[in-house]
């Protein structure tokens, strides 16, 4: 999808393909949300013609697929893995667990009881 590509990357982090992939998936879906809100508001509204509403249904399903919440996934700003990521600290289990242990997140230390 050249068209979604992003022209300069600045990330700031470990990048591969999919963390390319992710963050223009990331841009389209910011670009498009209002659009998608706007369809999906008239598709639910039964006061209006069934015409108008099968219309807005036909252009939602005709949207790209970038545009979808459900194709952005969380990733890992270290190693760029999608599984076992923390959501607050943007990490996986394990580069957290080495984050916290060097000290190098504030706040974080190891728990003793």
């Given at each position: 999808m050249s068209?979604?590509?992003a022209k300069k990357l600045d990330l700031g982090c470990f990048i591969n393909s999919r963390i390319i992939?992710?963050?223009s998936k990331r841009?389209?879906?910011a670009e498009f949300e209002p659009e998608r809100q706007a369809l999906r508001y008239i598709i639910?509204?039964?006061t209006l013609p069934a015409r108008t509403r099968a219309?807005?249904?036909l252009q939602l399903t005709q949207m790209h697929c970038y545009t979808r919440?459900?194709?952005i996934r969380?990733?890992?700003?270290?190693?760029?893995?999608?599984r076992g990521v923390l959501a607050d600290f943007k990490m996986t289990r394990f580069n957290f667990r080495m984050q916290a242990l060097a000290g190098n997140i504030p706040g974080v230390k190891k728990a003793s009881w």
């Amino acid at each position: 999808m050249s068209m979604f590509r992003a022209k300069k990357l600045d990330l700031g982090c470990f990048i591969n393909s999919r963390i390319i992939r992710d963050h223009s998936k990331r841009k389209v879906f910011a670009e498009f949300e209002p659009e998608r809100q706007a369809l999906r508001y008239i598709i639910r509204n039964t006061t209006l013609p069934a015409r108008t509403r099968a219309e807005a249904q036909l252009q939602l399903t005709q949207m790209h697929c970038y545009t979808r919440p459900t194709q952005i996934r969380n990733r890992c700003i270290m190693g760029g893995k999608s599984r076992g990521v923390l959501a607050d600290f943007k990490m996986t289990r394990f580069n957290f667990r080495m984050q916290a242990l060097a000290g190098n997140i504030p706040g974080v230390k190891k728990a003793s009881w």
